[in-house]
Structure formats: structure tokens, C-alpha cells
């Protein structure tokens, strides 16, 4: 009988990595378009002699000039840190450089806060943003999405298969929810029709994906959520960093065993696109690096230039071997092996889910041949 392998925690990261491209100027867009419309309300008032009239806000920021002040400040950081990135050989170095953009990140956050951009807000505006993304072909996909999931959560050796999760730094976990939701209808709907006939997984339950982001709370502040200050946590702001990112996935691998919190003894895969992922691709079990045919994102090319850099092996998934599945120690500096791939049917073709496929394929074989002897 094959040796039954351990079931997978399937941890992705979601902008660039499941879909093609960022979703934050889409999210913004969904706040600045509701506040352009409250404008006009507010205008119209001020015209007439509305007995409610209050004078209207000062015009929401674009999300071009917000996305210039934080690559103005991040320029800025960049050029006062040491060592510069040329002089980061070891990833205790380039972890620090990323956590040292902790008050970047924070100061951008306060910043859109500050704009008003998601005042009065709702998680509903949020879902019906991601359906009209998906369906205007602003969101796209990336290919084999469903399958992986799929598959992730059919592996296991004790009958509760595996589990699937989104860590991500975006500002809306709902409008992460929103998007995989309307996704997968669409898909669905394209399999039924014929227009798409393969790598559609019809059992994946949206409801049952854990995700763990930032949140847009709204209110008449615009205020988003803070993380690491929300049911007692110990700490502080929102997930904004590499680190952060690092510690929401081993929360998220934990489970509670006689009173203490213990790894739940899965398998952790985590796929991810850009630095921010750093540490959660050193820290999984197997650490699978996103990458676009063809010519890469920015995020996607500073990934590989820091893995080169710091002398870190990252091969096709395609090459995978059985000798590649031990389970890391936690001493993840010193593991120098990352995969990369181009989409996710490269990593459902891999070892790395074949291997359960063809010990399931060799059991039923082995249980047919004693049967008929």
C-alpha cells in the first residue's frame, strides 16, 4: 500500500497571484464613485434651499495622485535605508528591509482614510463592485484557480482533506469574497454552455475559503479595519507587510489541542506573486513563487531579483521531485528551495498533487488485484 501523504493547507495570495493584475485602484474606484455621486447629491442641495442642506465635502483625491504620494514616500524610504538592495545577500536582511516599510504602509492607509474615499460604504457596495469587475472583464482570473482548490481540498490521509485560504494585504476581504464568488458562477456557467470545458471545479464552496485582509468599515469616517488590534491579538495596525502577511498564515496553521495552539500537522502551500509574500513562501512546507508568461509584473521581477540576490533556488514546479515534499524545518532561513510557475494548472500537474493522485490510482489497483485472486 502507497504511504498516505499529508493532507494540504492551500494558502494564496490574491492580487497578481490569483487574479492578473492589483485590485486596489478597483477598490478604490468602487469608494471614489460612490462619494462622486454623493457630491452631486450634495451640489444639488447647495443650489436649492433644501432645509438639510450642509455644504458638500471637498472632492474625493483620484487614485492616480494617491498612488503617486505613496510611491513618493516609498522612493524616499528606499533611498534613506542601509544597506541598499544591492548590499541585502542574506534574507535577514532583505526581512528587515520589508518590515522597515511598516510606516510606509501605515502612512497610506491613514492617507486613503484620510480622503474620505469609503465614507458611508458598505460591505454590500463592496460585493457588487467585485461582481461588476469580474463581469466587465476588469478582474480577470488566473487559469486553473478552481482546480487547485479543488484538489487541495480532496488531499488528505484522514478523511477531512484540506483546506484553502486567501492572506492578503488588500483593503476588502468582502470584496475578495465578492470576486471568487462571481468567478465561479461565471465559470460554471461557461462549462454548461460549452464555451469552456475543462479545469472547472464545480465542487469548490466559495463560503468555505477562510480570508484574512484588511476591511473597509466606512462610517462617516471612511475608516478601515486594523487587524492585529481586533480580538485580542497583541498587536498593532493592519495586515500591511511581509511579516504581517507571515503571521496571519501560521495563525490561520494553527489548531487548538488540549487548551494549546499547535500546527495542525498539513501539509502548508502558499503561493504568492511579490516581496510581500517573502516570508510566507520561506515559511510554508512548499513555497510556489506566481509569475506571468512572458514578460513579468514589476512586483513579480523584484521577487526574483531578491530571491537572486540572496542566493535563494527557485525551480519550475514542473520539476518537482519526491524527494522535494519533506517537510521543512522551522528554521526557514536556512531552506533555499522556491518553486515558481505560471498558473495554477501547472501546479495540479506537478508532484506535488500527482503524487496523491497516482497512490490513490495504485491502492484502488492493488485492492482490484486482491480481489480477484
Avoid at 80 to 94: H, N, V
Avoid at 276 to 291: F, N, P, S, Y
Wanted: charged residues 25%; proline residues 3%.
Amino acid at each position: 500500500m502507497a504511504v498516505p501523504l499529508p493532507r494540504i493547507h492551500l494558502l494564496l495570495d490574491f492580487d497578481s497571484t490569483l487574479t492578473h493584475a492589483s485590485t486596489l485602484p478597483l477598490i478604490y474606484n468602487i469608494g471614489f464613485t460612490h462619494q462622486h455621486s454623493s457630491h452631486h447629491i450634495s451640489r444639488a442641495y447647495a443650489s436649492s434651499s433644501h432645509p438639510l442642506f450642509r455644504s458638500p465635502s471637498p472632492p474625493t483625491p483620484s487614485w492616480s495622485h494617491i498612488s503617486a504620494l505613496y510611491t513618493q514616500s516609498y522612493v524616499h524610504h528606499t533611498h534613506a535605508y542601509l544597506p541598499p538592495a544591492p548590499l541585502r545577500k542574506s534574507l535577514e536582511q532583505e526581512t528587515a528591509w520589508l518590515e522597515s516599510l511598516q510606516d510606509v504602509e501605515r502612512e497610506s492607509y491613514e492617507r486613503v482614510e484620510g480622503s474620505g474615499v469609503f465614507k458611508n460604504v458598505r460591505a454590500e457596495d463592496m460585493l457588487q463592485g467585485a461582481e461588476a469587475a469580474v463581469k466587465g472583464g476588469q478582474l480577470r482570473m488566473r487559469d486553473g484557480w478552481t482546480r487547485v482548490m479543488g484538489m487541495a481540498r480532496r488531499r488528505g490521509d484522514d478523511g477531512r482533506g484540506g483546506k484553502v485560504g486567501v492572506v492578503s494585504v488588500g483593503w476588502s476581504g468582502e470584496f475578495i469574497r465578492g470576486c471568487l464568488r462571481t468567478a465561479l458562477v461565471e465559470l460554471l456557467e461557461a462549462s454548461e454552455s460549452g464555451e469552456r470545458g475543462q479545469g472547472v471545479e464545480s465542487e469548490v464552496d466559495i463560503k468555505d475559503i477562510v480570508i484574512r485582509a484588511n476591511e473597509i468599515l466606512g462610517g462617516e469616517e471612511g475608516k478601515m479595519s486594523r487587524y492585529f488590534e481586533e480580538n485580542g491579538r497583541g498587536g498593532t495596525g493592519g495586515v500591511w507587510t511581509a511579516r504581517d502577511k507571515r503571521r496571519v498564515m501560521m495563525e490561520m496553521l494553527l489548531r487548538r489541542e488540549q487548551g494549546r495552539r499547535e500546527r495542525d500537522g498539513s501539509m502548508a502551500v502558499y503561493v504568492g506573486d511579490s516581496p510581500t509574500d517573502l516570508e510566507c513562501l520561506l515559511a510554508a512546507d512548499v513555497g510556489i513563487c506566481m509569475r506571468e508568461e512572458g514578460e513579468m509584473s514589476g512586483e513579480q521581477r523584484a521577487l526574483e531579483e531578491t530571491l537572486q540576490r540572496t542566493g535563494t533556488e527557485c525551480q519550475w514546479i514542473g520539476d518537482m521531485k519526491p524527494t522535494d515534499l519533506g517537510v521543512r524545518s522551522t528554521d526557514y532561513w536556512n531552506t533555499k528551495q522556491l518553486w515558481w510557475t505560471t498558473n495554477f494548472d501547472q501546479i495540479c500537474d506537478s508532484y506535488l498533487f500527482q503524487a496523491a493522485i497516482n497512490s490513490e490510482s495504485n491502492d484502488t489497483c492493488n485492492s482490484d488485484a486482491r480481489t480477484t485472486g
